[in-house]
């Protein structure tokens, strides 16, 4: 069973489809691995629209998945993220990825210089008002989150 095959699971077929027609037609515009380990996709939709879909990974395992369509609100796995999974799969296969350092430098050096308690007062609060950022802050900082998310079925 290929890599891919074993994330069909978590997906309803339907999903998973239509999903892969995303990935075929290649409306996974950006993939990008971060130096954090999170993987970022800007994935295409209808009518102009596009997604942003976060994906993580702990040993072979999707640890955190995340999307911004209205579907994936209702805490069911999207077709943007089975497209971006096919899109990770087809990148890792071919060997040619890319680390991209976050942003970085420049943005580094000015949070360096943060009081730590502006800081966390800062991101518990951005977290607070971005559902998808606070998710994002916990698959970074909680290690047993594996199994909140998506691990449903
Ligand atoms: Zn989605």
Known sequence: MSRIDAFRRY?????????????????????ELHASGMWHAHVLAQQQKAYDVALAFNEGEIHF???TCTYSKRKLPCKHMAAALMAIDAMLESEEIEVV???AAELERVLMNVQHERLVGF?????????????RVWSEFVD???SII???N
């Open 11 to 31: 997906f309803s077929p339907l999903i998973w489809d239509r999903g892969a027609l995303y990935h075929t037609e290649e409306r996974v515009r950006t993939l």
């Open 123 to 135: 991101v518990a609060e951005a977290a607070r008002e971005d559902k998808e950022f606070a998710l």
């Open 65 to 67: 998945m995340a999307c």
């Open 144 to 146: 047993e989150m594996s």
């Open 101 to 103: 350092s976050t942003k």
């Open 150 to 152: 998506m691990l449903q």
